[in-house]
């Protein structure tokens, strides 16, 4: 539940607008939730006056995921987020080809926990299957709204390449499109279909064939990372798809690893940090 006093400066707002305009909801999340002004129920279409006391309350939304337990590295938690750190191998959320065992059944068996209720995990981002590290599930539609909408989330990666990078920094701004059914993206123009993706690069130390970089992600493109360095001739170690194949790894070697957001609770910046999978501490 959520609370708030109206200002004076929005009186005559429909309850729908003020949490749309000033609260960052979204119009879906509105649509499963009960408003009480000033200790009485009403409709979402009802005008406020300065001074109202408005309380917002989340319906329940359910899930048909199966709870399964599951040991979670949780780095962080309050009422409104949970934050893990993903071990790789696992898929995120159910899809087509994998609806059995996914992080997502353990979360939903952690929130049945500690809740006792059957909750839907909304994922803020998504790692893919053998990518380890940072992931942010928001508990409301409250902090995903205001995640999505309202903050500059910063995020950064390790991976280790193939072969020696030369340049210490550099930034990669080729658009990524996906062509017919494969699994695969491309660098695509946009013109044909492909989206505007960005990718700075950092090189932190350099092996006899290999290399350790930091990568900050600027948009979210699918396989972004994977194929922004596998186009300079630098796939992710370990990466098949993408021509990393390698003996020393048995997956991409690429950890999200350092997160930094504003709090949707305290309105306050918070740094978070996972350490590197022991698959790629051995290997540097």
């Given at each position: ?216 992600l600027f948009t979210g493109r699918t396989h972004q990372i994977r194929i922004h360095l596998s186009s300079l001739g630098h796939p992710i170690m370990g990466d098949e798809l993408y021509g990393g ?40």
């Amino acid at each position: 539940m959520k609370k708030f006093v109206i200002e004076k400066e929005y009186k005559g707002y429909t309850i729908k607008r003020y949490l749309q305009e000033v609260q960052n909801y979204s119009g879906r999340s509105i649509r499963n939730m009960k408003f009480i002004l000033d200790n009485k129920e009403v409709r979402p279409d009802k005008k406020v006056k300065p001074f109202n006391r408005l309380q917002v309350i989340e319906k329940n939304k359910g899930t048909n995921i199966e709870p399964i337990a599951m040991d979670l590295d949780i780095v962080y938690e309050d009422s409104e987020l949970l934050i893990l750190n993903k071990e790789p191998f696992i898929v995120v959320h159910p899809t087509l080809k994998k609806v059995d065992k996914t992080l997502a059944h353990g979360i939903v068996h952690y929130f049945l926990k500690t809740t006792g209720n059957i909750t839907v995990p909304r994922f803020y981002n998504r790692l893919d299957m053998n990518t380890s590290g940072l992931i942010v599930i928001t508990k409301t539609a409250y902090a995903q709204a205001f995640l999505q909408d309202k903050v500059d989330v910063r995020k950064k990666y390790l991976a280790i390449v193939k072969g020696l990078v030369e340049k210490d920094e550099f930034v990669i701004e080729s658009p990524i499109g996906r062509v017919g059914e494969s699994l695969r993206r491309e660098i695509l123009s946009v013109d044909k279909g492909g989206q505007e993706a960005k990718t700075a690069v950092k090189v932190l130390k350099r092996f006899e064939d290999y290399t350790l970089i930091e990568c900050e992600l600027f948009t979210g493109r699918t396989h972004q990372i994977r194929i922004h360095l596998s186009s300079l001739g630098h796939p992710i170690m370990g990466d098949e798809l993408y021509g990393g194949t390698d003996g020393r790894a048995k997956r991409q070697l690429l950890h999200a690893y350092k997160l930094k957001l504003i709090n949707p609770k305290t309105k306050e910046e918070q740094n978070f940090e996972a350490d590197l999978p022991n698959d790629m501490k051995s290997i540097i």
